[in-house]
Every structure is written in C-alpha cells, then in structure tokens.
C-alpha cells in the first residue's frame, strides 16, 4: 500500500512539474512575441479630387494610415522591373474632410515603397493595391528607397493613381486628380493591434494543472 501511494504521489508531483515548467518557458516568450516592432505608417498633406460611396468631394485634404508589424515586410521586382518593399495586405484607413474615415477593403493593399527612380527620376512611397500587372496607389515621390523598417520622415510631391477604384467600408473610392505637397512619416507604434494569446494559455495550463491536482486527490 505504501509503495503504491508512493509511486502515485511520484507521479503526480512529475506531471505538475512538467506543466509548471511549461507554464513558465511560455511566460518567459510571451515578452518576446508582445513586444514585436509594430510601426505606424501615414501618408498626409496633398489633396484629392473624386467620389466615396456616391458623394463627391473636390481638392480634399486626406490621409491614409496603418499600423504594421516590421516582420511582415517583404521584397521582390514588381511585374519583374521595379524592386519594392511592402507590407500586404496590411489594414490602411483613409481620412478624408469631410467624409470621414474608411477602411480599404482590398487583401491585396498595403504599405509599399517603390524604387522607380530609374524610370522616372524618383522613388514612390505610399499606399498601393498589389493588382496583377499593375499597382495604382497613393504616394509621395523622394530620392531615397525606403525599407519601411525604421521610423523616418519625408517630405515631397504626392499623387495618386487617376481614374482607378478602390474599395472601402464606405463603398467605392474613385479619384479623379490628386496633388499637393506631403508627408510620409512612420513612428513607433503606441499601440499593438492584436494581443498576444501565449499569456493565454499560460493561464489555461496553470488551470489544468490545479484541476488534475484536485481530481487525483
């Protein structure tokens, strides 16, 4: 009897270990996972010209802005001749005056940068909707070619894609013109948008453990 009671207690005292140590190794990682480089991206200044959802605006001040995560960030030569950066599909709102803000819909938008500066003379940073074969958006132009991995500043010439549709939470965004002077800055988030789940199940672990602690006596 004894030798029984021993061997029990043995075990359970193995299993709680076990699930302590889990419990604890995942309460070591979630820090790391929490506390990813999220940066905030927006594109401000300029003006554009068109329709949301049927309403028509003219020579609008606006912005877009999103808020991603720098591990997400891809490369790769667009249709095979522009090299870029980008961040898709990443969450993008547009603040128009006026009208409000709206969310684009599209999986396929995002952060991106542009280095068409052997084209036209000058890079592209902005907003754009990764369509096959094109990749109308909305951007600033500069000389530098930026990797969307550090908080910056820029300032410069801003425009936009003419005649394209874009949908939003507010129906269809159509522009017409774009123009003016902005700004592309990126700062380091305030905020994460997604919590971390590891806490989680830390808790839901440590539960387990109680539970078959309490059963088993």
Known sequence: MTNNLSITYSRQWYYSSGLLAIVFALGLMSPAISEANFLQYT????????????????????????????????????????PYYAIVPSTSTITITGLGSSTFTSATFGVASFNTQPFFGANELGFADFLPGSAPGFSIVLADFYNLATPVSYTGGTGASIDTTYGTSSGDLVITSAGGTGSFDVVTASSVPEPSSVPLLSIGLAGLMLTRRRKSM
């Open 43 to 82: 594109l401000t200044g300029g003006t554009i010209s068109g329709s949301l959802g049927g309403t028509s605006f003219n020579n609008a001040d606006y912005s877009i802005t999103t808020t991603s995560n720098t591990s997400n960030i891809t490369s790769g030569t667009f249709s095979g001749v522009v």
